[in-house]
């Protein structure tokens, strides 16, 4: 077993509106990110990703259940562990006309680290070469990344980094996406948290998804994607109405692709190549069609999504 980084168990979360109802923002949510590369924090707008982090980073109270970061329990423990964690919950404030260096520099000294360290962080963003411009000039992207070298300078072990390339366009998200990779090689463990798919499965080994506050999968993105039945099977035929009223008269779901058939519901692909031999009809294609991260998310979270207001009201009660 590795060593867990973040571990909350029966995590909860409870807001109060100002009507005096109850917004259940985080339940029952237990938690588990190893050391080592990057967990991806998946769910839908409003699901609870955000409340969570600022939980752990002591930013927001729970209203119940445990939080372990490094083994250690949070809030209580913070002052011991906060020392190596970065995290970029919202966008850090930085002066606009100074540049992005010394934006960077002023931050180091106050809080005591190397200038030496400066130079590090730049390069580890990829933002060398444009260290000098001033910070108002910077791109949504350049911002984001100079955001995530403020929190490199103390060399964090846990990186916590909240929808980093919201608002970024596709060139400046492959960017961030292809640093975060480069850092959770380096040996920093890395939450991602994150509504783009790509983006998680692209970059995370690991990822747990949650909905609505709770936790809906958790594990390894080969191991998630591999656990979830087959999509579809594309089969070619020479006649594909024909081999479609022979499949549904034997219960598969059939879908037409262009001149493919879409065959759900297929535990056995050999089973189809039998069934449509036996009428005659000779396959000239059959492609198990593999799911990606993206449709065990949407089966995951079809419900929580489908609701109209993604937080449940709850008449008044006890947090
Ligand atoms: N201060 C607050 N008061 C009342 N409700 C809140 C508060 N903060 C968050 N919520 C509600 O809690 C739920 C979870 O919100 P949260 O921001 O944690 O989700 P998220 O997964 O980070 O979403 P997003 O991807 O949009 O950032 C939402 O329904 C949100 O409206």
Known sequence: MSELVIETSGLRKQFRTRRGRHVVAVR???????????HGFLGPNGSGKTTTIRMLLGLARASGGEMRLFGQPVPRALPQVIGRIGAVVEQPKFVPTFTGRRNLELLARSIGVSQRSVEAAIAQVGLDGRERERFKGYSLGMKQRLAIAATLLKSPDLLILDEPTNGLDPAGIRDIRD???????????????SHILAEVQQVCESVSIIGEGRLLASGRVDALIGASTAAAVRVGLP?????????????????????????????????????????????????????????????????????????????????
Request: no cysteine; glycine share 10%; aromatic share 2%.
């Open 28 to 38: 029952d949510l237990d938690l588990a990110v190893p050391a080592g590369g990057v």
């Open 179 to 193: 640093m975060i990779r480069g850092l959770g090689e380096s040996g920093v463990t890395v939450l991602l948290s």
């Open 239 to 319: 006649d594909p109405a024909r081999g479609a009223r022979h499949l549904e008269a034997a219960g598969y779901a059939v879908r037409r692709d262009g001149a493919h058939l879409l065959v759900e519901g297929v535990d056995e692909p050999a089973d189809l190549t039998r069934l449509l031999a036996s009428h005659d009809l000779f396959v000239s294609e059959l492609t198990p069609l593999r799911p990606d991260l993206e449709q065990v998310f949407l089966q995951l979270t079809k419900d929580t999504t489908l609701r109209a207001r993604p937080e449940e009201l709850v008449a008044g009660g006890a947090a």
